[in-house]
């Protein structure tokens, strides 16, 4: 059987911190932030961390 491949798109978006959880970029920060208020924009471009039932879903896409 041949090896399972891991997906580019998740291993670009996603990195694996030391708990077993992934962290990433949020979203909604690319364009219209005119509408946005500061408070909002600064929170978006901070990262986020994925909970553990995302992780496990992580951990199968990227098969580090």
Request: aromatic fraction near 4%; proline fraction near 2%; include cysteine.
């Amino acid at each position: 059987m041949p090896k399972m491949k891991s997906r580019s798109a998740a291993k670009k978006r996603f990195t694996a911190i030391g708990n077993g959880k992934f962290k990433h970029k949020k979203a909604y920060k690319s364009h219209i932030l005119t509408k946005k208020n500061h408070k909002r924009r600064c929170r978006l471009g901070r990262m986020a961390v994925t909970d553990i039932v995302q992780s496990k879903k992580m951990q199968i896409m990227i098969q580090s």
